[in-house]
């Protein structure tokens, strides 16, 4: 099957603009303080978003899906006192990178990688600690969401359950899940870890656009 064809919108980076291709988006932005871009599904659709306000397309870049009203209102609306999680992986194992953003203003707070060989699961679970870890050091009472169940299991199990074996390739992404699993064993947190609801809501405020 053809992978479909992506347009994503830079609002706000280096070279704001519409691109055809993640990796001239993220050059785009990468390093750029509180860069402003989403990805779309047609060339139409990314002209008039890029045209118009950025505050009016965040986390609408993939339609939500069908719930009933009464399935809505039972889910209600994200808390934004909330920071947010995500992972990418290109290919699985492939290039790995995470990140945690400010669920509201999808300010990014703390980022790493791309590392060369991780998978989007181990993604999901160092940017959950990173995000405990950075919450704590900034004494800070806001919830943590993610939209992985995977990951918020692992966490609270205090493992890393992925089955990628372990080579030089990926020995400093390994060196990190050793110290996300220690950490988790040497410290006790009050963060509450919350679901994304992604049906509800779209896509999670960290998410990379590459879907």
């Given at each position: ?15 704001p ?7 001239d ?14 990805s779309f ?35 209600g ?26 669920t ?5 707070l ?18 959950l600690?990173?995000g ?42 390994f ?16 963060t ?8 509800a ?11």
């Amino acid at each position: 099957m053809a992978k479909k064809e992506k347009f994503y919108v830079v609002w706000e980076g280096h070279t704001p603009g519409i691109y055809t291709k993640w990796s001239d988006c993220k050059a785009a932005v990468d390093g750029y303080a509180g860069a402003k871009y989403k990805s779309f599904e047609s060339f139409d659709i990314a002209k008039k978003a890029y045209d118009g306000n950025y505050e009016d397309y965040k986390g609408k870049s993939k339609p939500k899906a069908t719930l009933t009203p009464e399935q809505v209102e039972k889910i209600g609306e994200p808390n934004l006192y909330s920071i947010s999680v995500d992972a990418a992986s290109s290919g699985n194992p492939g290039k790995m990178e995470y990140r945690g953003v400010d669920t509201q203003t999808e300010k990014q707070l703390f980022h790493q990688g791309p590392f060369i060989q991780g998978t989007n699961n181990i993604g999901e679970f160092l940017a959950l600690v990173h995000g405990l870890a950075y919450l704590k050091k900034k004494n800070s009472d806001r919830i943590i969401y993610s939209d992985s169940r995977i990951a918020i299991g692992w966490v609270k199990k205090k493992i890393c359950r992925t089955k990628l074996e372990r080579t030089p390739k990926n020995e400093e992404m390994f060196h990190l899940v050793d110290r996300a699993i220690q950490w988790l064993k040497d410290n006790t947190y009050t963060t509450k870890i919350v679901k994304w609801e992604t049906k509800a809501w779209g896509e999670i405020p960290a998410d990379f656009g590459r879907k």
